[in-house]
T-cell receptor, first 115, second 113 residues
Framework: GAVVSQHPSRVICKSGTSVKIECRSL??????MFWYRQFPKQSLMLMAT?????????EQGVEKDKFLINHASLTLSTLTVTSAHPEDSSFYIC???????????FGSGTQLSVL | EDQVTQSPEALRLQEGESSSLNCSYT??????LFWYRQDPGKGPEFLFTLYSAGEEKEKERLKATLTKKESFLHITAPKPEDSATYLCAVQAMGETSGSRLTFGEGTQLTVNP
């Protein structure tokens, strides 16, 4: 099956710093990638939809200036959490759709802890 | 607004004890219903896609079924390695954002040896 690689798997940072998370589709071209956030024992909440070469579409309540998304190529999307605060601590997961398939493939997730 | 409700929240089974997980949904025209497995600290792993009422799919000890209002994930003779959180998600017809999915909160399954 298709593989989506996400890095880093875990990051700890100080409050006020910015953190970048990368999501790569390894064996297919992903015109659309999705970024989710998941709190412990809760479901995945869609944050934004990232389309290659255009601006991301953010879900209601998600601050676009706080969560910067760049989808610069057909295989790479990045999420930058700017000026992170403890309330941004969460599990962030990216996913990508193989254009030939309806299925979404997920990365392994990034656990962000902001001190 | 699309909604997905999964039950039970948590389920403990003995090895070999078959059971079913439920996913109830409301959506403005179902394009597809998806089942994923998620292990702690990992991203979801795709299991099944169901598209129309009456459809069934099987994979090893798992079988997914679909009606117009709900889906069931049947687990036959489970093993400890089946322990995970099982997520259900729906995709609405006419989604303009690619494969945007709405997820349920999941059922945490524990299979004891």
């Amino acid at each position: 099956g298709a593989v989506v690689s996400q890095h880093p798997s875990r990051v700890i940072c100080k409050s006020g710093t910015s953190v970048k998370i990368e999501c790569r589709s390894l064996d297919f071209q992903a015109t659309t990638m999705f970024w989710y956030r998941q709190f412990p024992k809760q479901s995945l909440m869609l944050m934004a939809t990232s389309n290659e070469g255009s601006k991301a579409t953010y879900e209601q309540g998600v601050e676009k200036d706080k969560f910067l998304i760049n989808h610069a190529s057909l295989t790479l999307s990045t999420l930058t959490v700017t000026s992170a605060h403890p309330e941004d601590s969460s599990f962030y997961i990216c996913s990508a759709r193989d254009g030939l398939d309806e299925k979404l493939f997920f990365g392994s997730g990034t656990q962000l802890s902001v001190l | 607004e699309d909604q997905v409700t999964q039950s039970p929240e948590a389920l403990r089974l003995q090895e070999g004890e078959s059971s079913s997980l439920n996913c109830s949904y409301t959506v403005s025209g179902l394009r597809g219903l998806f089942w994923y497995r998620q292990d702690p600290g990992k991203g979801p792993e795709f299991l099944f896609t169901l598209y129309s009422a009456g459809e069934e799919k099987e994979k090893e000890r798992l079988k997914a079924t679909l009606t117009k209002k709900e889906s069931f994930l049947h687990i036959t003779a489970p093993k400890p390695e089946d322990s995970a959180t099982y997520l259900c998600a729906v995709q609405a017809m006419g989604e303009t954002s690619g494969s945007r999915l709405t997820f349920g909160e999941g059922t945490q399954l524990t299979v004891n040896p």
